[in-house]
Each structure stands twice: as C-alpha cells, then as structure tokens.
C-alpha cells in the first residue's frame, strides 16, 4: 500500500507541477480526515509513510499515541482518502504553493488589479494567481479606489491566518516609497547613491536621507534630477506626495538644517545629551518650518533622529536669556 501511495505521490506532483512534499502532505492530510470521519475520532491525528506501512497516531498534550487499527481496515481507509479527500486536499495544496511563492515577493513592489472594495475601506487585490488586502489603513488617505483599477503597492507580508493565506499589501510603508526610487532612480539600484533613512506622512510629504558611494558626487542632484525629472514620476505614484531629498551628514547642525529647508534656520542649540535641538527661525518662516499640522518638523525629528524644537527669533532669544 504504501509503494503505491509513494507512486501516486510522485505521478500527482509531476501532473500537477507541485512539489512531492506539498503533494505527501496533502496525502496525509486527507488519510487523517478520512479516519477522523470513519471512526468519529476529534483528537488531531498525525499519520506517517514509512517503509514498514502507514502508522497513524493521536496527539494528546503534545504526546503521542499509535492508533489502535488493523493495516486491512487501514488500507482500505487510505485508498477511499487517496480518492474521495485527496482532491479537495491537493487544490488547498495548489493554494497554498501559490501563496508560498509570494513570500519570496515580501518587501518587493507587486501590480495588481482592485477587485472589491469592503465596506471597512479594505481593497481584495488580484494579482494574478492569487488575491491580496490592502487594508484601509495602508492605503493613501486621499486616495480612492473601485473594482477595475490597476494598483501598485508594496507586499508588507503573507500570514497564515486560519487554515489559509493572506497577502497583506501596504502604499504607506516607507519601503514603498523606497522601491519606487530604486526603480525609478538607476543610481539608487546600482549602489551609487544609498538612502539611508526615509520618513513620510503618506499623500502629504516625505523625506529621504541619500548619501554618494563617491564624496565628490552630489547625491540630491542625482535623485531629484533636472529640474525634478527622476522624482516627478515618484510624486505622481504617490498621489503628489512632496519629497525632500536631504544629503547626510554627521554634522547634527548641518543635518537638522537640511531637513528643515526651505524654512531658513538663524540660530540653532544643541542638547546631545538629551538629544534635543532647539531651532530659530524668522517669525514670518514658522509656520513653514513647522508645516501644516506639524508634519514638517515631525518628519525632520524622524529623518533626524534628535528632537527638533522650532521657535522664533524672538522666542529662542527669551529662552536663552533664561537658561
């Protein structure tokens, strides 16, 4: 019996185009639900394939227990699984192969096209063999979407959740954002340019930290391109979402500069103890320096690293005489 379920295994894998384990666990998967139903057993069962014959065992508290049945009884419950379960078992196979080639995708850009549209806001995405969630919350605020569009997104992860797989989508994790530029920007993919950091309040602004493998490169001029050319398409993937492009450098004074501009910075305070930077700025250039709803300063603290507080000319200069 057991040379013919190692035969049907190998011919099934080769038919189907899946591997022989996928294939053997389908098998047993299908032995264990055919036992289970013969014999009203609700205990996991766990089956094995060896040399000897089909062994079947009860699993109670992590131990295991040898199944009390005769190998006629055991075969004849085999070959009615191989037939009537097997099927069902080896599509719930062929899906999960499907789903396990994605996880080789994580972290990679995926094209897909919107199939519904939930009525928490969540998208199902097609993406081909399988279909993928682009929850609510790792879409695009202004953003919308309907059954037919085209979308580009970002593979966050593939989770097993309940008995099955689930691809996870996201358009607001910095790694998006990160792989647009690579595809985007060939310095970037080649090694020329690293970023080093990315911060975004998605739809609105972001900003990314780049350094030059060569010093004598100017690495912004290389990722924004003339007149903005490289990063255009980028703003436009992402719903026209600003990005500064900030070249790094350790000098903590030079690098909260950067990440603040265009807002011009007049005096600055460093607190490296404490990790603090307090920042003065002409009173007519606050409101840009801090931006709209504070996303400004709130993304230079992130690309940063150091806690950036903004004030006045006016208000810097009571603070000082203060301290």
Do not use: C
Not at 108 to 120: P, S
Not at 245 to 273: F, G, H, M, Q
Request: charged share 35%; proline share 5%; glycine share 6%.
């Amino acid at each position: 019996m057991v040379r013919n379920l190692k035969k049907l295994i190998e011919q099934v894998a080769k038919d189907k185009n899946l591997p022989e384990w996928l294939v053997e666990k389908a098998l047993k998967n299908s032995i264990v639900l055919a036992i289970k139903k013969d014999r009203k057993i609700k205990n996991n069962l766990e089956v094995e394939l060896t040399e000897d014959g089909v062994k079947v065992y009860q699993v109670r508290k992590g131990e295991r227990f040898p199944l009390d049945i005769v190998p006629e009884e055991l075969d004849r419950i085999a070959a009615y699984a191989a037939k009537e379960e097997f099927l069902r078992e080896l599509e719930r196979a062929d899906e999960e192969r499907r789903y396990l080639e994605f996880i080789e995708l994580e972290g990679e850009i995926v094209i897909g096209i919107v199939r519904r549209v939930l009525e928490n806001g969540d998208l199902v995405v097609d993406l081909g063999k399988v279909m993928a969630v682009l929850p609510k919350r790792e879409q695009i605020p202004k953003e919308s979407y309907k059954p037919g569009d085209r979308i580009k997104a970002l593979l966050l992860k593939v989770i097993r959740k309940r008995g099955t797989y689930e691809i996870i989508l996201s358009r607001t994790h910095p790694n998006f954002l990160r792989k647009l530029l690579e595809a985007e920007i060939p310095e970037i993919k080649e090694g020329e340019v690293e970023v080093l950091n990315i911060a975004r309040e998605p739809g609105e602004r972001a900003k990314v930290l780049v350094k030059a493998k060569d010093p004598r490169i100017d690495p912004v001029g290389l990722v924004v391109g003339l007149r903005g050319s490289k990063i255009a398409p980028v703003t436009q993937e992402l719903s026209g979402e600003r990005i500064d492009v900030i070249k790094y450098t350790d000098n903590i004074e030079e690098l909260v500069k950067k990440s603040l501009a265009p807002a011009p910075v007049v005096d600055i305070r460093i607190d490296p103890n404490q990790k603090r930077v307090e920042v003065a700025v002409p009173k007519e250039k606050l409101s840009s320096a801090i931006g709209k709803r504070g996303v400004n300063v709130k993304l230079a603290n992130r690309i940063t690293g150091w806690y950036i507080d903004v004030m006045s000319e006016e208000d810097f200069k009571k603070l000082s005489q203060l301290s």
